[in-house]
C-alpha cells in the first residue's frame, strides 16, 4: 500500500496564502501523476491541480493565476501554493498519486491523502 500524508492546512484570511505538502511513502515502482482535488460542504469534490512525473501542470480555471503545484521526485511530494485566497476556496484539500506498484505492473492505481482543511475567512 502507498500512503500519502498531508499538511499545510489552516485558518487564514482572505488574500492570505497557504502552502500544502504531501509525501507518499509505501511499495511502488512509480508515480505518475500527482495532485489535489478538494471538497467543499455540500459540493462534489472538484479537481484543483495536477502534475505529472515530466513536470507538466493543469489547474482548475478557478485557481488559475493563483495557485501553483510543484512536486519533487525525489521526495515522492507535492505541493500547492495558494496564493491571494478566497472564501470560496475553503474545503478539505485532498492530494492523490497515481502509481505503479511494481516494476511488472500494467495497473495504475491511485491512492488518496486524508486530508487538510483549508478555512479562508472574509
Known amino acids: 500500500q502507498v500512503q500519502l500524508v498531508e499538511s499545510g492546512g489552516d485558518l487564514v484570511q482572505a488574500g492570505g496564502s497557504l502552502r500544502l505538502s504531501c509525501a507518499a511513502s509505501g511499495k511502488m515502482f512509480r508515480i505518475n501523476n500527482m495532485g489535489w482535488y478538494r471538497e467543499a460542504p455540500g459540493k462534489q469534490r472538484e479537481l484543483v491541480a495536477s502534475?505529472?512525473?515530466?513536470?507538466?501542470?493543469n489547474y482548475a480555471d478557478s485557481v488559475q493565476g493563483r495557485f501553483t503545484i510543484s512536486r519533487d521526485n525525489a521526495k515522492n511530494a507535492v505541493y500547492l501554493q495558494m496564493n491571494s485566497l478566497k472564501p470560496e476556496d475553503t474545503a478539505v484539500y485532498y492530494c492523490y498519486a497515481d502509481f505503479l506498484r511494481d516494476i511488472y505492473s500494467t495497473y495504475v492505481r491511485r491512492s488518496w491523502g486524508q486530508g487538510t482543511q483549508v478555512t479562508v475567512s472574509s
Open positions: 502534475i505529472t512525473s515530466g513536470g507538466s501542470m
